[in-house]
């Protein structure tokens, strides 16, 4: 969950600027989503982000991740394929979704996409690639909060604080090289395991409210992380299309396009590393490792 550093301010009055401007806008692409979606999955999905949106338990996410999320994923196959479209389609056809990504990289079979946020300077970003496990082997890794620091970029502490009904609340520490200062910052993590019959697992993250459990580190907090995994297999193969999706505002000096250059490498190396976890696991699993 970990990217690049960015602008300097009063964390917790951005963050909340940065909620606000989103609960109801995506309230009403709530209901229009659940509308198209037309199944039922997908309506007891929507109406759980719905509840949350409403009631204020949840930041807010971006129109995106409610795409996504309801089981629209992109529908090219990374396995059948070594190129990356110019553009995600979305088998839901959202277009306006589909044409406002931009494909910022395509190296390793990883397909990078940014598009500009309305309520950041700061792009949103998503990779999608495919990883040779199965969706549930992936799901464990990915959801090994605690083991962090051993394989994702920059994370050198992760600590579980809080675990409820699917929910965990995770502190993080990041570290960067010089100049750069470290951040920190606490998270709540949903884990959406319903549909796991059919091999589709989704985690969703965003910052902690008031109230929630939160622990201080060392550096500066991040003012703003949202995003998502969305785990599903791809067609006869024991492989998983993993779709991952952030957009984080970590604070700092550095301007703008600087953070969204250096996301656009971040973003892939969190991919590639989760690629590495995943093989060491299969490989301890089967007795392969030498």
């Known amino acids: 969950m970990a990217t690049f550093p960015v602008r300097n301010a009063s964390c917790r009055q951005q963050q909340t600027a940065y909620e606000s401007r989103w609960h109801i806008p995506l309230r009403v692409a709530l209901v229009a989503a659940v509308k198209r979606a037309g199944r039922a999955k997908a309506i007891k999905f929507a109406i759980d982000v719905g509840s949350d949106l409403i009631s204020g338990t949840a930041t807010a996410t971006v129109p995106a991740m409610l795409a996504l999320t309801l089981g629209s994923a992109p529908s090219f196959a990374l396995a059948q394929t070594d190129e990356c479209p ?22 390793e079979r990883i397909c990078v996409y940014s598009r500009q ?9 998503m990779a999608i690639a495919a990883i040779s496990a199965a969706p549930g082997r992936v799901f464990e ?16 502490a992760s600590k579980v604080l809080k675990k409820e009904q699917g929910a965990q609340w995770v502190f993080q520490q990041l570290a960067f090289p010089f100049p750069l200062s470290d951040r920190y910052y606490t998270i ?4 959406d395991t319903s549909l796991a019959p059919s091999n589709v697992y989704r985690v969703t993250w965003r910052l902690v409210k008031s109230g929630e459990p939160f622990q201080q580190g060392k550096g500066e907090p991040t003012l703003a992380n949202i995003g998502f995994w969305d785990l599903r297999p791809l067609a006869g ?9 952030i957009h984080t505002d970590p604070g700092g000096a550095l301007p703008a396009f600087a953070v969204n250059m250096a996301n656009s490498v971040a973003v892939p190396l969190v991919i590639e590393k989760v690629r590495a976890r995943v093989a060491a696991s299969r490989a301890d699993a089967t007795g392969e490792r030498h």
Do not use: C, N
């Not at 110019?86 to 190296?107: L, N």
């Not at 394989?151 to 050198?156: K, L």
């Open 86 to 107: 110019a553009r995600p389609a979305f088998a839901a056809g959202d277009e306006a979704a589909q044409h406002a990504w931009k494909r910022v990289s395509d190296r």
């Open 117 to 125: 946020s309305p309520a950041s300077s700061i792009h949103e970003v």
């Open 141 to 156: 890794v990915i959801s090994d909060y605690a083991h962090y620091p051993a394989f994702m970029p920059y994370v050198t």
């Open 188 to 191: 709540r993590l949903d884990a």
């Open 237 to 245: 193969e024991d492989a998983t299309q993993v779709t991952y999706f």
